[in-house]
Every structure is written in structure tokens, then in C-alpha cells.
């Protein structure tokens, strides 16, 4: 039996999250409905990386087994199934061990925030009209590369076995619209990047201080975390693996 991956990316507005889950409508279930519809028989689908409802996907990724033979009409086919909002992009050949969650070596989201009030962007962006300093959440911003442990983000019904992160880039920068924040790391937890998102701007409307930031990176309370941040501005941007990915459709 061989093993490929998927590429994705969607629109995650109308549905309920990346994960199939009972009674929603999700990228995982439109994804194997497809599979099954163009195969004839089910096939399993294995997530590398989960998004909450809402939640934007620039690229995301499936493994699966079949002993099937995929081609390239098969990519064509299940785009012209799929619903608008999702596009399957690619489909590789891969090593019969190889893991789309566990094997990814980076991850990287965006999240997106404009200042003026703008009709495109409604459920792309958050519409925040608030004045900040850019420069303290960029300072904040910047001290995470200095942290390792982050349960203060980590909302609480979650199952894992570490809060450990290895964060490589965090920072903002401004845009047309208004500010992107941009972070990169080897894993992210639940709700963390919205927790920091949302924490950074209080640091931006001077709300904390630079100091008690620190002081609730450090405390390891997720009640000091600000998880407000609405899920619509926020985008898996990119997953990166080691150098096994061969593309044949």
C-alpha cells in the first residue's frame, strides 16, 4: 500500500473546523466525501496541522494509504467536487513512514488586522479601529524567540503532553490595510496564536506594560491570556517538511 500526501488550502468561514466531527461541515469530511465519490470506496484522511472553525488554510496538508493508482485527472476531479471554498493543490508521493502531522518541520500563520472599516476584507481580517504602538508589540513580539514554554496561550481543554515550542520569528508589520502579525515555529498549541494576538495588542493599547507582558508569558495561567481574538484574521500560511515530497498531480 502507498502513502501520499494532500495539499489544501480553503476559505474556512463556513466551516466547522479543519477535523471531521459529527453533525458539521468540515475540510477533513468534504475532502474524504470527494475521495469516496471519485473511488468508490472510503478513505482516511490524516491532518497535519488542526484549524478551528473559522480558520483560514493558505496550505495544509492530508496523508493517506491506498493501493489504488492516483493521477493527475484525479486532482481535476476532485476540484470540480469539492466546494469552492476548498482547493485540492497538489498530491505527492511520499515514504510509506512518513507523517503529515509529525513530520512537518516548520509551521508558520499570519494573522490579519485593518484599521479602516472595508467590506472585501469582512471574515478575512479583523476590523480593529483602535490606535497602537507598534513598536512595544513589536519589543513583545520580538521576546517570545526567548521563551520556550507556553501554557499561558494554551487554552485548557486540550490533550498534550508539553507546552514546549520552539518559536524562530514573531513579528509584526504593517500593511496597507493596517498590521500582519507573522509567527513561525516547530509546533503551535491550542488557541495560542490567537491568545498572543490578542495579548499583543493590549500591550499595544497600553493595557500592559511591557514588564507585566513577561510576567504573563512566565505565569503559566491561561486566565491572563487574552483569547478574544475572533478566528476569522488568522491563516495557516505555511508547513514545511524534510525533502521526501515528490508531486505527481
Known amino acids: 500500500m502507498a502513502r ?5 488550502c480553503y476559505d474556512g468561514t463556513l466551516f466547522g473546523g479543519f477535523q ?23 478513505i482516511s484522511l490524516t491532518g497535519a496541522s488542526r484549524t ?12 493517506f494509504d ?3 493508482i492516483i493521477e493527475t485527472k484525479h486532482l481535476y476531479n476532485m476540484n470540480a467536487l469539492l466546494p469552492k471554498r476548498i482547493v485540492a493543490k497538489a498530491i505527492y508521493a511520499v515514504p510509506q513512514d512518513a507523517h503529515a502531522r509529525f513530520d512537518a518541520t516548520k509551521r508558520a500563520y499570519l494573522y490579519k488586522i485593518h484599521t479602516q472599516k472595508n467590506p472585501f476584507l469582512e471574515g478575512r481580517s479583523w476590523f480593529y479601529p483602535f490606535p497602537v504602538d507598534l513598536e512595544l508589540m513589536q519589543e513583545a513580539a520580538q521576546s517570545l524567540l526567548a521563551y520556550s514554554n507556553f501554557e499561558t496561550f494554551s487554552k485548557k481543554n486540550t490533550q498534550v503532553n508539553t507546552f514546549e515550542c520552539h518559536i524562530t520569528k514573531a513579528f509584526w508589520e504593517r500593511t496597507v490595510d493596517g498590521y500582519t502579525f507573522h509567527i513561525e515555529s516547530n509546533r503551535f498549541l491550542r488557541g495560542m496564536i490567537r491568545g498572543l494576538v490578542g495579548t499583543l495588542l493590549q500591550v499595544g493599547r497600553g493595557q500592559i506594560t511591557l514588564e507585566r507582558w513577561h510576567e504573563i508569558v512566565l505565569s503559566k495561567n491561561e486566565q491572563l491570556a487574552d483569547f478574544s481574538t475572533p478566528a476569522h484574521g488568522l491563516y495557516l500560511s505555511v508547513i514545511e517538511y524534510p525533502d521526501y515530497l515528490k508531486k505527481i498531480a
Open 20 to 42: 471531521i466531527q459529527a453533525n458539521q461541515q468540515t475540510i477533513q469530511g468534504e475532502i474524504e466525501k470527494a475521495f469516496e465519490i471519485i473511488f468508490r470506496v472510503p
Open 4 to 8: 501520499y500526501f494532500l495539499e489544501v
Open 66 to 68: 491506498t493501493d489504488l
Open 52 to 63: 478551528d472553525a473559522g480558520v483560514h488554510g493558505l496550505q495544509n496538508f492530508f496523508h
